[in-house]
């Protein structure tokens, strides 16, 4: 259940007027529009089985951790925000003592596995939050714009929660120039569906898993995804100072000096298939955003 402590806790962050639902073991906000896209991800994130996956083999390798270490340094002492926390990856992999940890997700059970691990866990729309501005020494969106409907609105949601000096972070959102996919490679990547229903699943073990995923992960296709651009033209005006690296999900805080990694095969092959080299940084299939608020 919810601490009373840690509800006054929370109290100072939110908007004049919000009152929090408490439930269970996480804090609701009420969600006035339930999209397609918050109705997928509160389903897979969600399901218990899905969700303790999702936590023990995601976003919990070295690199991953170096990455996120050069980008925002220690949590230790300092109020951050997780927008699409799901189960916890972020807290479990880069751990550290901050002051307060607010977790956000539309998925019940991954904020239940999300408070096991510290956070201050809320269900609230990542398009409009329950918070005032300017409260956080670090905003992180890990894996989450992708799965949003706006992207940039959800982007722009969260510049508003940080304080100045503070941080905003995102990483592991698919790069638009590398999944758009042309001619040959597009019809393999559609193809792939074909095959995996014959088979009866992907990397998932279940085709009702995989069609689920693909269902929460709506700009992760070809033609969709995050760009350079999209970040300098949201944040920039904003007053962040703004630094984008493409990589390839191999390396740590490398990517700091430009090192973009190499891809698996089958990404290289899509690229190369497409037009594109597939050590290009426009083929990196990811891109972190590392925004400092002036």
Known sequence: MIDLQIKSALSEFLLPGVELKKSGSYLEHPISCLSEAIKANAYYFGNAEWAEEYLTYCHRDESFRSRWLAAGGDWTDKVVVDIGCGPGNLMATLKGKPKIVIGVDVA????????????????????????????????????ALHHCENMAAVLKEAARLVKPGGILITDHDPQHSAWNYKGLAKLLWNGRLVYYR?????????????????????????????????????????????????????????????NVGRAAFKYRLGNLLSGRHPDAKTSALSLMCVARKK
Not at 212 to 230: D, R, Y
Request: glycine share 10%.
């Open 198 to 258: 014959l088979i009866g699943h992907s990397f998932h073990k279940s085709g009702n898993q995989q069609s689920w995923a693909l269902a929460s992960e709506i700009h992760h296709k070809p033609g969709h995804g995050v760009t350079n651009e999209m970040f300098m033209k949201v944040l920039k005006p904003l007053g962040f100072e703004v630094s984008v690296y493409p990589h390839n999900h191999v390396l740590g805080a490398e990517i700091m000096q430009g």
């Open 108 to 143: 019940p059970t991954s904020l239940e596995f999300a408070a096991k691990l510290g956070y201050v866990p809320v269900l609230a729309d990542a398009h409009k939050l329950p918070f005032q501005s300017g409260f956080a020494d670090i905003v992180a969106l890990n894996a």
